[in-house]
């Protein structure tokens, strides 16, 4: 009976060793989060949610700060050098070009308070804050006044974009998987934040 006893123990531990193992292996690889002090300063000075960040970036870049997408969007929160110049001209930040754009610091300054600036265009409604970011303010302006979309309570399955609407989606989706598993990182009050 004893031996059957110190079996079931070393199973256990066996067990529990290999779901820690499987954790930080999921922890580093399917979420990583390189630049997070940076993302965590551009959050807090822009009072949005370090995650919301991380998951724009995942989704847009996959963290590579030099990406370029097809259409010309440059960075890590991939920013069109036209939005850019005009964030710079509203924060007080001249000459950003798309050179500079790759630069971490500033694509993610710029990036965030951009996010900022939609989630406050759109009185806190993430999925419109989104399908803005991603397909442009004048876009999503066009569904709300077709009634494509409802200010209300949108819905990200309502919009006629699949890009648009897939961004959204795995945006959001990053954003819950970011909370979970960086929450005991963050040694901020985020409750201050509104996280």
């Known amino acids: 009976m004893a031996k059957r006893k110190k079996t079931s123990r070393t199973g256990r531990w066996v067990i529990l060793l290999g779901l820690l193992i ?10 990583p989060w390189p630049y997070r002090a940076t993302v965590l300063k551009a959050a807090q000075q822009n009072q949005i949610s370090p995650y919301l ?3 724009v970036i995942r989704v847009e870049s996959g963290f590579r700060p030099n990406a370029v997408s097809g259409r010309g969007a440059v960075g890590l929160m991939q920013i069109m050098p036209q939005t850019a110049q005009w964030i710079g001209a509203k924060t007080g930040q001249h000459n950003i070009t798309a050179e500079n754009l790759t630069q971490v610091d ?14 406050t265009l759109y009185h806190g409604n993430l999925v419109l804050a989104l399908a803005s970011y991603n397909s ?7 569904w ?9 309570n949108p819905n990200y399955l309502d919009i006629p974009y699949p ?6 989606y795995r945006v959001m989706t990053y954003k819950h998987f970011y909370r979970v598993m960086y929450a005991w990182t963050i040694s901020t009050n985020t409750e201050a934040w509104g996280w």
């Open 22 to 31: 499987l954790a930080v292996f999921s922890y580093r690889y399917f979420l």
């Open 144 to 152: 709300l006044t077709q009634g494509v979309l409802h200010q209300a």
């Open 106 to 119: 500033l694509n993610v300054e710029l990036g965030t308070w951009y996010l900022h600036h939609l989630l």
């Open 163 to 168: 890009e648009t609407r897939n961004f959204v």
């Open 136 to 142: 442009g303010p004048r876009t999503v302006a066009t």
């Open 53 to 55: 960040v991380a998951a």
